[in-house]
């Protein structure tokens, strides 16, 4: 158990339909990354949050949006769904911002019909 | 663009043999490499680092090589047991420390 909460598992929802994953943060953490993995794909990098401010953006669509909460627990919010966006999101934390040995969670896994 | 490259898919060794995964980079002002176990249906887990100052760090079985000038670096696991068998992946990061991930090799360890 890496320590980090990633909920849902699985999400199933149909084109054009909005969705939240949420991410809690091993206890300490202040810094939450989110990355998509799609099918045979290799882990691509969307947002950093570090204590409630984002620090970095990767290939994150303008349709998704993210943000950090003040107890740390992170959001990530992907709208106006497309089938392409069925793919695994993992969420990962570290104790502070550059510490590149993060923890990941389980994964959200969402199917896009 | 990627930016960083594992070449082989997968890859299979037999029991007790060494595994030997390769990543390639193409971004100089890399300087710090990481790599990272999957399981099916788990997050990756860090599994070993190496700063570029080094040329090789090692860690019970695992060992990792980094080769600057042929931008290269390599997971040898020796000897190989059944329980390695999953997705290594290769990452690496620059002083804005965001890791660029490769696509991963899928390691298959055969008794």
């Known amino acids: 158990d890496s320590g980090v909460t990633q909920t849902p598992k699985h999400l199933i929802t149909a084109t054009g339909q909005r969705v939240t994953l949420r991410c809690s943060p091993r206890?300490?953490?202040?810094?939450v990354y989110w990355y998509q993995q799609s099918l045979d794909q290799g882990l691509q990098f969307l947002i950093h949050?570090?204590?409630?401010?984002?620090?970095a953006k990767g290939n994150i669509l303008e349709r998704f949006s993210a943000q950090q909460f003040p107890d740390l627990h992170s959001e990530l919010n992907l709208s106006s769904l497309e089938l392409g966006d069925s793919a695994l999101y993992f969420c990962?934390?570290?104790?502070?911002?550059?510490?590149?040995?993060?923890?990941f969670g389980q994964g959200t896994r969402l199917t896009v019909v | 663009d990627q930016q960083v490259k594992q070449n082989s898919p997968s890859l299979s060794v037999q029991e007790g043999r060494i595994s030997i995964l390769n990543c390639d980079y193409t971004?100089?002002?890399?300087?710090?490499f990481l790599w990272y176990k999957k399981y099916p249906a788990e997050g990756p887990t860090f599994l070993i680092s190496?700063?570029?100052i080094k040329d090789k760090n090692e860690d019970g079985r695992f060992t990792v090589f980094l080769n600057k000038s042929a931008k290269h670096l390599s997971l040898h696991i020796v000897p190989s047991q059944p329980g390695d068998s999953a997705v290594y992946f290769c990452?690496?990061?620059?002083?804005?420390?965001?890791?660029?991930w490769g696509a991963g090799t899928k390691l298959i360890i055969k008794p």
């Open positions: 990452a690496a990061t620059d002083s804005n420390y965001q890791l660029i």
């Open positions: 990962a934390s570290s104790a502070v911002t550059g510490n590149t040995e993060a923890f």
């Open positions: 190496i700063s570029s």
């Open positions: 949050y570090y204590n409630g401010e984002e620090r």
């Open positions: 971004n100089s002002m890399f300087d710090y």
């Open positions: 206890s300490g953490d202040l810094s």
